[in-house]
């Protein structure tokens, strides 16, 4: 079993930055291709951004392009999502997500293939 919990989230203002962290535990990162969703009260999961296990491709959603990194030190077993020029719209919570696939699958993106998933980190961007 692998265990993931999210850090980071907080409170900022529009135009400002957060790092979230996902520390697993449990089994190596190193296998697992490694993705951030969001998801708000009474809306779906959505795919925001995923890595390769490799760290060698990232992808993300066309809502964060440009604003948002993500990042993966297997040595640490943590996976990093850097959001830059923050919105009120990126405010939601944040999930951590592990597929044992070694390519990031459309499955992923839909969430269907999602083997492990963390419990959230909420992000509140105040305008």
């Known amino acids: 079993q692998l265990q993931l919990v999210e850090s980071g989230g907080g409170l900022v203002q529009a135009g400002e930055s957060l790092r979230l962290s996902c520390v697993a535990s449990?089994?190596?990162?190193?296998?697992?291709?490694m993705g951030w969703f969001r998801q708000g009260p009474g809306t779906e999961r959505v795919w925001v951004a995923a890595?390769?296990?490799?760290?060698?491709?990232?992808y993300y959603a066309d809502s964060v392009k440009g604003r948002f990194t993500i990042s993966r030190d297997n040595v640490k077993n943590t996976v990093y999502l850097q959001m830059d020029n923050l919105t009120p719209e990126d405010s939601t919570n944040y999930y951590c997500?592990?597929?044992?696939?070694?390519?990031?699958?459309?499955?992923?993106?839909?969430?269907?293939?999602?083997?492990?998933w963390g419990k959230g980190t909420l992000v509140t961007v105040s305008t």
């Open positions: 997500a592990a597929d044992d696939e070694n390519y990031f699958s459309n499955d992923f993106r839909i969430g269907l293939g999602v083997d492990y």
């Open positions: 449990g089994r190596a990162l190193a296998t697992y291709t």
């Open positions: 890595i390769t296990p490799s760290g060698l491709r990232s």
